[in-house]
């Protein structure tokens, strides 16, 4: 059972499109993250979110949390082709051990020049 | 500080062998804790350690172990290897202020033949 449902799982896209990735559950998180990872590395943490309702940006990327803390988006304007990556929600069950955190399947975004 | 490393890069193994998959961190973070991950299934946690002395098993823990005897090293031990356990794995590691902010190494892609 994957705790975490992230969609889509591909996402291809033409440079200066917008896009939005979702993270899903049908549990409440303590905290939210939103990881990026490129090819042949590890993943590499973009933003927590912890409040529901919270939002955050990050130069062209927005995090929403949402307001019953079960769902996270993450919007990209104007996408690069820098933006291209695996992007991986991961939660923490609030009645879990702290730091243990469950990921989704992850969408994969190409950005074309 | 060089963070979280992990040793080999890449390894082949034939069906039976064991080997030891390295990671070692350097900024003194307690919490720490092994993934694999899978096309398409994003990461799966395998054990984890909330600090030295202290391990336990996530969601796919069968035919690995692990020990903490310090706080920079967690060891991920195959015991005979399967073609099941061909995945790229991952060490991560984290501070108890911000438990849920892991940082990634750079993985070691496993092969079982």
């Known amino acids: 059972t994957q705790l975490l449902e992230q969609s889509p799982q591909f996402l291809s896209i033409q440079e200066g499109e917008n896009l939005t990735v979702y993270c899903n559950s049908s549990s409440v998180f303590s905290s939210l993250q939103w990881y990026r990872q490129e090819p042949g590395e590890g993943p590499v943490l973009l933003v927590t979110?912890?409040?529901?309702?919270e939002v955050k940006k990050l130069k062209r990327l927005t995090f929403q949390f949402g307001d019953a803390r079960k769902d996270s988006s993450l919007h990209i304007t104007a996408a690069q082709p820098g933006d291209t990556g695996l992007y991986l929600c991961a939660g923490a069950d609030r009645g879990s051990t702290l730091g243990r955190l469950y990921f989704g399947r992850g969408t994969q975004l190409t950005v074309w020049p | 500080n060089a963070g979280v490393t992990q040793t080999p890069k890449f390894q082949v193994l034939k069906t039976g062998q064991s080997m030891t998959l390295q990671c070692a961190q350097d900024m003194n973070h307690e919490y720490m804790s092994w993934y694999r991950q899978d096309p398409g299934m994003g990461l799966r946690l395998i054990h984890y350690s909330v600090g030295a002395g202290i391990t336990d098993q996530g969601e796919v823990p069968n035919g690995y172990n692990v020990s903490r005897s310090t706080t920079e090293d967690f060891p991920l031990r195959l015991l005979s290897a399967a073609p099941s356990q061909t995945s790229v794995y991952f060490c991560a590691s984290s501070s108890w202020t911000s438990a849920n902010e892991q940082f990634f190494g750079p993985g070691t892609r496993l092969t079982v033949l």
């Open positions: 979110v912890v409040t529901g309702g």
